[in-house]
């Protein structure tokens, strides 16, 4: 996050750009609990009849209108964040990991 810390003694987050816990929040609530355990398909290729039938097996399908690769979930997750955001707080960094060593970095500075 960017920003400056908060400069009031009364504010219980004196000190702080921005509480940690309300960036987990904004986390769980807009990426982790949408997409936990979803299958996340690009609404608009032929796979949307895969997604359609894992529905019908009771698996959580995810139409995105983008490819879901891991650079383009990062631009998804970087827009989410963002929302939600106080107007004085920024987003600077996002890093996404596929596995250990496979990952996609988003740098506000390139946007």
Known sequence: MKGKPINDLEN???GMVVDFGDIKTIVKSEIVDV???????????????????????????????????????LYAIAAKIKSKLPAEVSLAYLKLHETENSYGEWFAEDN
């Open 12 to 14: 219980p987050k004196n």
């Open 35 to 73: 997409w936990d355990h979803a299958v996340l398909i690009n609404g608009l290729s032929p796979h949307k009849e895969l997604g359609e039938d894992l529905e019908k097996r009771g698996q959580k399908v995810i139409y995105c209108t983008f490819q879901p690769t891991c650079e383009n979930m």
